[in-house]
């Protein structure tokens, strides 16, 4: 295939992923959209992965194998990047997979509309549960300078703690060459927290032209990695959250558009935080048994509602606490993270009692509104349900340096 034939280059970054990595790359190369080139990034993989890309690279000749030595997740986005010959640039990571259509949708979206950026939806999957998430501005080209001003009003995040706008995936997105090798070329290799929000919220400061879509190709596989982060992780974790902020912050002043888009950018922060390195955010408010809830003391049984991120650090946190006892976690969805190896049950599976503290450890304002009507339906008082106190949680990171 010439390279003027090659509509779009699908950049793959793979590190140790071999038990996944041939259904992704199936889902690839099985794509209704033929005029691709694949460049497998094997960043250093020391399970076979490289092995794995070589063997398809020798059954297709659209895919290419780059070898190179460990350097992250930007590095091997960069290194694909360099290589890449198409038009168009999209991204999937190693361990999820996409459906046959995604490509030609998201290509031929950007053609007609002569889109800088594509954003569709994506697909959580967890244990073979899947549910659409799509962005929150609704779907169509947006071309002008109004246009793209109301995009900016809910880019990051919309109006309530905490609801993302446009996803920050790169993965679900497809990108015109030029803007791609910009801004992710130019992001420093030493952000590892919110690779894909460095990359994506600047291309859509940038971008001439946005398209938002409502379809959803794209299979964000959940898997259980370990509760345990040791200390040392959450410091690196929550000194990245800082830096990507301070990256994003300035990047969006260059861009024109921080003073729009400051208070989103506050909330995004605190979510990297509370979900990445709660333990060590956590620590720095001196004041509160369980931050940033109030009421909390560490002879208080818990019943943790919400096996998310955000719940599954609240709940290895507080069995941490000395005195404190974890009664119950519970989620909508616990067989799905029961599948997952985690101790999750249903609301109907626990016995609530006067003196149980209900911790909803849930990000989103909505989310938490509905969980509360669930509870007291089932008999819980007011004052025994507690969520986050949005006002300690800005006064701390904002103590915190992030301006």
Known sequence: MNDESVKVSIVVPVYNTGRY??????????????????????????????????????????????????????????????????????????????????YRTLYEAAVCSKADIVAA??????????????????????????????????????????????????????????????HIG???????????????????????????????????????TSMMLGSRQEDKEYDNALLLHSFLRKALQAAGIYEAVREQLWRYT???????????????????????FEDISRKDALIIYGAGAFGKAVCQYAAGCKGMKVKAWIDQKASAYRELGLDVRVLE????????????????????????????????AADQIKWIDTGKLRNLLWSEQVK
Not at 82 to 97: H, P, Q
Not at 188 to 213: C, K, M, W
Request: glycine share 10%; net charge negative.
């Open 186 to 224: 130019g992001i420093p290799q030493s952000i590892r927290v919110g690779e894909d929000a460095a990359a994506v919220y600047p291309l859509l400061a940038r971008a001439d032209t946005i398209v938002l879509s409502d379809t959803a190709h794209y299979h964000y596989c959940h898997r259980n």
């Open 270 to 292: 605190a979510n990297n935080l509370l979900t990445r390195a709660y333990g060590r955010f956590a620590e720095t408010d001196r004041e509160s048994a369980l931050f940033p």
């Open 349 to 380: 599976e626990v016995c609530i009692e006067r003196g149980d503290k209900i911790i909803i450890a849930v990000l989103s304002e909505a989310a938490y509104r509905k969980i509360r009507g669930e509870l007291m339906c089932r008999g819980a």
């Open 21 to 102: 990595l041939r259904r992704c790359l199936e889902s690839i190369c099985s794509q209704t959209l033929r005029e691709t080139e694949i460049i497998l990034v094997d960043d250093g993989s020391g399970d076979g992965s490289g092995e794995i890309c070589d063997e398809y690279a020798a059954l297709d000749a659209r895919v290419h194998v780059i070898h190179k030595e460990n350097g992250g997740l930007v590095s091997a986005r960069q290194a694909g990047l360099a290589a890449a010959s198409a038009g168009y640039i999209g991204f999937v990571d190693s361990d999820d997979w996409i459906e046959a259509d995604m």
């Open 121 to 182: 939806g994506i697909v959580d999957d967890m244990g073979g549960e899947c549910q659409r998430r799509l962005n929150q501005p609704p779907e169509g080209r947006y071309g002008t300078a109004e246009e793209r001003g109301r995009i900016y009003k809910s880019m990051i995040s919309c109006g309530e703690f905490f609801c993302l706008g446009i996803q920050p995936y790169l993965c679900n997105k497809l990108i015109r060459r030029e803007p791609a090798l910009l």
